[in-house]
């Protein structure tokens, strides 16, 4: 009974360590027996294993039929033997002749252990596959292990993960023992256990980030509800508040930029811009353009097309360093944008000739208020310039003013459903 106590208690920890059911091991033990009796006998059709649970205690029968004359003793059970474990037993009964594990042969007794083994090592491969499965398109936190040519070693903490030089982020250069956030792309089974693909350029990994540090978007109370990201480089976020009273950019942003900046030195400096979402295209697109000030969208909602008129000295900044901004702003709103400026769109009919006799002296005195004097030339100089405060890792909304609502800055009566538009109010 010694051994049943020390098999049980083996049993316990292996539950405990490897996670696996103890119903598990117990059938992979009564399979390794029959696998013994199989290599001892030449075959085990006839063998039944019986095992409690609770105690461990495990018996081997072999079944027999009683006949007159033994021809195969492994099936077959003389009357004169069966009358010697019971009296009733006749010709053509059925008798359980137990057998004793340890006249098992040595070679029997290792393909018994080495069944075992392979019952421990599936199991524990499928506990690890269904947990890293269950969190398929999730985060994780793992730790750099080293460079296989092109690719990187990365331990999850039981197993390892993979991340191809395709999930990479150019110009990131990891160190052996360096933790990192990746997003679990792709879970597969395979005989060496799971194989578990990770990222750090899909733009899920920033939706999760903001998911893990602001509370309101954890809770549901802030919606993420479009994304575009260029990573490594700038990823734009649009947001929507549930509660009237949660403002969805002060709360992505935190205070003093501390929730937005603990993400943005997650991804090693990538600038983030969060926008307000809003289900009017023609301000949805305003507001993706930030940190540009636009004078008007008209936006197309069947052909998903938009033209935006901007500033002269802010076409750059809404182009962006190598069209960066337009085309973010295009994948978050799901709209072809064309920009122009004040002066091409006169030129192409889409502003009266008059305009900027109209607008005269009011965009002077919003430039001298948004930008100092000294930086103008700064920002108007070419499309490749940054903005101040993106080198200073602050949220682009936040630095040219943006308060998460633009209704004060343009007319709700200019625009209708079909065809939005949006006119900055000028004074005569």
Same mark, same amino acid.
């Given at each position: 009974?010694s051994s049943?106590?020390?098999l049980?208690?083996?049993l316990t920890?292996?539950?405990?360590?490897k996670?696996?059911?103890?119903?598990t091991l117990?059938?992979?033990i009564?399979?390794?027996l029959?696998?013994?009796?199989?290599?001892h006998?030449?075959?085990?059709?006839?063998v039944?294993?019986?095992?409690n649970p609770?105690?461990?205690?495990?018996h081997?029968f072999q079944?027999?039929?009683?006949v007159?004359?033994?021809?195969?003793p492994?099936?077959?059970?003389?009357v004169?033997n069966?009358?010697?474990?019971d009296?009733?037993?006749?010709?053509g009964?059925?008798?359980?002749?137990e057998?004793?594990?340890?006249?098992?042969?040595?070679?029997?007794?290792?393909n018994?252990?080495?069944v075992?083994l392979?019952?421990i090592r599936?199991?524990?491969r499928?506990?690890?596959f269904d947990?890293?499965?269950?969190r398929?398109?999730d985060?994780?936190?793992?730790?750099?292990q080293?460079y296989?040519g092109?690719n990187v070693?990365?331990?999850l903490g039981?197993?390892?993960?993979?991340?191809?030089?395709n999930?990479?982020?150019r110009g990131?250069?990891f160190?052996p023992?360096?933790?990192?956030k990746l997003y679990?792309?792709?879970?597969?089974?395979?005989?060496?256990?799971?194989?578990?693909?990770v990222?750090?350029?899909?733009?899920?990994?920033?939706?999760r980030?903001?998911?893990?540090?602001?509370?309101?978007?954890?809770e549901?109370?802030?919606?993420i509800?479009?994304?575009?990201?260029?990573?490594?480089?700038?990823?734009?976020?649009a947001v929507?508040?549930?509660?009237?009273?949660?403002?969805?950019?002060g709360?992505?942003v935190?205070?003093n930029?501390?929730?937005v900046?603990a993400?943005?030195?997650?991804?090693?400096?990538?600038?983030i811009d969060i926008?307000?979402?809003?289900?009017?295209s023609?301000?949805?697109?305003e507001?993706?353009?930030?940190?540009?000030k636009?004078?008007?969208v008209?936006?197309?909602?069947?052909?998903k097309a938009?033209k935006?008129?901007?500033?002269?000295y802010q076409? %750059?900044? +809404?182009? !962006?360093?190598e =069209?960066? /901004?337009a085309?973010?702003a295009?994948?978050?709103?799901?709209?072809?944008? &064309?920009i122009?400026?004040e002066?091409?769109?006169i030129?192409?009919g889409?502003?009266?000739?008059?305009?900027l006799e109209?607008s005269?002296?009011?965009?002077?005195?919003?430039?001298?208020?948004?930008y100092?004097?000294?930086?103008?030339e700064?920002?108007?100089?070419?499309e490749?310039q940054a903005?101040?405060w993106?080198?200073e890792?602050v949220?682009? %909304?936040? +630095?040219? !003013?943006?308060d =998460?609502d /633009?209704a004060?800055e343009?007319?709700q009566d200019?625009y209708?459903?079909? &065809?939005e538009i949006?006119?900055q109010?000028?004074e005569?």
């Open positions: 009974m049943n106590n020390e049980l208690e083996a920890i292996l539950e405990q360590e996670n696996i059911s103890k119903e117990l059938e992979a009564e399979n390794s029959v696998t013994a009796c199989k290599n006998f030449g075959k085990s059709e006839n039944k294993v019986t095992i609770e105690t461990c205690e495990y081997v079944e027999k039929v009683v007159e004359q033994v021809e195969d492994v099936e077959e059970i003389s004169v069966a009358k010697m474990i009296s009733k037993y006749e010709p009964d059925i008798v359980n002749v057998v004793q594990s340890r006249e098992f042969g040595r070679i029997a007794t290792q018994a252990k080495n075992i392979q019952k599936e199991e524990e499928k506990v690890l947990e890293y499965y269950s398929e398109k985060i994780v936190t793992g730790v750099v080293r296989i092109r070693s990365i331990n039981k197993v390892d993960a993979v991340l191809t030089e999930e990479q982020v990131e250069v160190q023992t360096e933790r990192i679990i792309l792709e879970v597969k089974s395979t005989s060496k256990g799971p194989r578990i693909l990222s750090r350029t899909h733009p899920e990994l920033v939706k980030l903001f998911e893990s540090e602001v509370a309101e978007v954890r549901g109370i802030v919606e509800r479009a994304i575009a990201r260029e990573a490594g480089s700038r990823t734009k976020i929507w508040s549930n509660d009237p009273d949660v403002d969805p950019v709360a992505c935190g205070m930029g501390a929730r900046n993400i943005v030195n997650e991804l090693r400096g990538e600038k926008i307000t979402w809003n289900e009017n023609a301000m949805m697109i507001n993706a353009l930030s940190p540009a636009v004078i008007s008209i936006a197309d909602g069947e052909e938009a935006v008129v901007v500033p002269d076409l %750059s900044l +809404a182009i !962006g360093k =069209g960066q /901004n085309r973010l295009a994948r978050l709103t799901g709209f072809k944008i &064309d122009k400026s002066t091409q769109a030129e192409s889409d502003l009266p000739e008059n305009y109209l005269e002296g009011v965009y002077e005195e919003e430039y001298e208020e948004t100092p004097e000294e930086h103008i700064e920002y108007a100089e070419d490749g903005t101040p993106e080198d890792g949220h682009d %909304s936040e +630095a040219d !003013g943006y =998460g /633009n004060e343009f007319s200019d209708g459903e079909e &065809d949006i006119f109010e000028v005569d």
